[in-house]
């Protein structure tokens, strides 16, 4: 059994859409469905549209976005998908992640056409319906697009979330504890370094308060969406290479001087932009498996996803 991630029907490959067409995404249908279990939902054909099916879009009828056929305005399906999404989304609470089909007026993330009464566009477009209402109703849920999986920076921080999140989940499973969210925070502090320092730094204070929290499901709510929101920002080169260099602290005592000259190189080599993050992580997890570090063994950020994914190799 895979992770439990939900997706736009159409980007698995079901012929779903308004033409009659699918979108499917190679990578998706396949790369991840190694490792994922998709929950495919297409909105439009769950409230009862037929496929093939009139065009519909956003439009700005000055007070809020409806969603209505692109021909006939007073054709509005809003109320039928914000039903359908609040009846559907309470049953997602188990998923780590959505791929949503980019440019949808009901599943797009972002970006997508908005038009105005009068026919002209808003430059900016808006959010699909469906998943307007999915992003307010689960804020920490990792959630992407299909176009966007192809940047190789976008695919590595959507999937390293939806890794995170179900750590987390399984992490606490039997019922949270502090002791439990305090190993899994540990876990994760490098990952929390390389994302967000500030961050970094103010999930630690919470953590150190965990005592201070009688209602620990309360807690974890909190822990989630903070630590959630953190690693949401792209690991910089900048930071991974602060990471690669404290990371490289830990084996002073082990290596002799060619060792720490050659990992110092291959650190900078990453640093300067001319190799991938995968050289020195491959270097240090060598030296790890020699010169075993309890600490640094437990760091998700050496391993935080499967290596045959190859997402570190374009980093
Ligand atoms: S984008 Fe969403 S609503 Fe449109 S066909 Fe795909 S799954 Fe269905």
């Not at 009139?54 to 009828?61: G, K």
């Not at 697009?145 to 039997?174: K, M, Q, T």
Request: hydrophobic share 35%; aromatic share 10%.
């Amino acid at each position: 059994m895979g992770i439990p991630v939900g997706i736009s029907s159409c980007v698995l490959g079901e012929k779903v859409r308004f033409d009659g067409g699918h979108k499917r995404n190679r990578f998706v249908a396949e790369d991840l469905a190694e490792y994922f279990s998709f929950r495919a939902v297409c909105p439009e054909m769950a409230i009862g549209m037929s496929t093939p099916r009139p065009v519909i879009r956003l439009q700005d009828n000055g007070i809020e976005v409806r969603l209505v056929d692109s021909k006939d305005n007073t054709i509005d399906h809003t109320d039928k998908m914000k039903a359908f999404a609040d009846e559907i989304i309470p049953s997602f609470e188990w998923l780590r992640g959505y791929v949503v089909c980019a440019k949808s007026p009901s599943c797009g993330m972002e970006r997508v056409k908005l038009y105005l009464e009068n026919g002209n566009s808003v430059p900016g477009g808006s959010v699909g319906i469906y998943t307007k209402r999915l992003m307010e109703t689960m804020p920490w849920l990792p959630i992407e697009e299909d176009g966007r999986l192809c940047d190789p920076v976008l695919r590595e921080n959507f999937i390293f979330r939806v890794y995170a999140l179900d750590d987390l989940y399984r992490s606490v499973d039997g019922g949270i504890t502090r002791g439990k969210i305090i190993k899994f925070h540990s876990r994760y502090k490098l990952c929390l370094m390389a994302h967000h320092q500030a961050s970094y730094r103010s999930l630690g204070r919470l953590v150190s308060k965990i005592h201070e929290w009688d209602d620990l499901s309360e807690f974890f709510l909190t822990y989630r969406q903070q630590f959630m929101d953190a690693i949401k920002n792209r690991a910089s080169r900048k930071n991974n290479t602060n990471v690669l260099m404290h990371i490289q602290g830990y084996f002073k005592r082990d290596l002799d001087k060619d060792q720490k000259a050659e990992l110092r190189d291959v650190i900078m080599r990453y640093r300067e932009g001319n190799i991938p993050l995968i050289a020195p992580l491959t270097l240090i997890n060598h030296h790890l498996t020699v010169n075993p570090d309890e600490y640094l063994a437990m760091q998700a950020y050496l391993s935080p996803y499967p290596e045959k994914l190859k997402l570190r190799f374009s980093l």
